[in-house]
């Protein structure tokens, strides 16, 4: 396996775990794992392969099922919709991304960070939809991954505007 970098850490492995950590903290069907996964070094790594896999999952339908849909409507927001050409956005990206001297090329972070939120996110509602979807009992901490999940969505929402209008200003002074 290829050594993972901190930012694919970050959104395959933390929002793998997030999931898995949001189930145990919200339903009680989930609890059990708690007292299998210490006393078993293969259980352990399971998990661990199971949180990258997750992670990864979540990522891959945020990058080309819900980010796409976002970034439209941020463009829309911050160009306005005659301007928003998504194509040329991203290719003034790509060509700016290579030039190392260029502001652009640090945004890549920024929005590596933008990722993550948006992927936690999802890993918490999704880890609330399972147990309703499976009718599992939840826990007097439930209400916490509500909150953590609008907490981290509001934070993604409010990085990724602000990343576009940065951008946006980028753009507009060349």
């Avoid at 936690?120 to 007097?140: E, F, M, P, Y």
């Amino acid at each position: 396996m290829e050594k993972l970098d901190i930012n694919e850490l970050l959104r395959y492995g933390f929002s793998g775990a997030l999931l898995f950590l949001a189930s145990l903290i919200s339903f009680k069907q989930t609890i059990p794992l708690i007292k299998i996964l210490p006393s078993n070094l293969l259980g352990a790594s399971s998990v661990l392969g199971i949180v990258l896999i997750m992670g990864s999952v979540i990522y891959a339908i945020h990058r080309s099922i819900l980010y796409p849909l976002m970034y439209k409507v941020g463009c829309i927001v911050i160009y306005g919709k005659k301007q928003a050409d998504i194509f040329n956005l991203d290719t003034k990206r790509w060509m700016r991304n290579k030039d190392q001297e260029s502001l652009q090329h640090n945004f890549r972070e920024w929005a590596s960070q933008i990722h993550f939120l948006y992927c936690s996110t999802w890993a918490t509602v999704l880890a609330q939809l399972i147990g309703h979807w499976n009718k599992w009992d939840q826990t007097n901490l439930h209400w916490l991954i509500w909150v953590v999940a609008i907490t981290l969505g509001m934070a993604a929402l409010i990085h990724h505007y602000r990343y576009l209008k940065y951008e946006h200003d980028l753009f507009s002074s060349v």
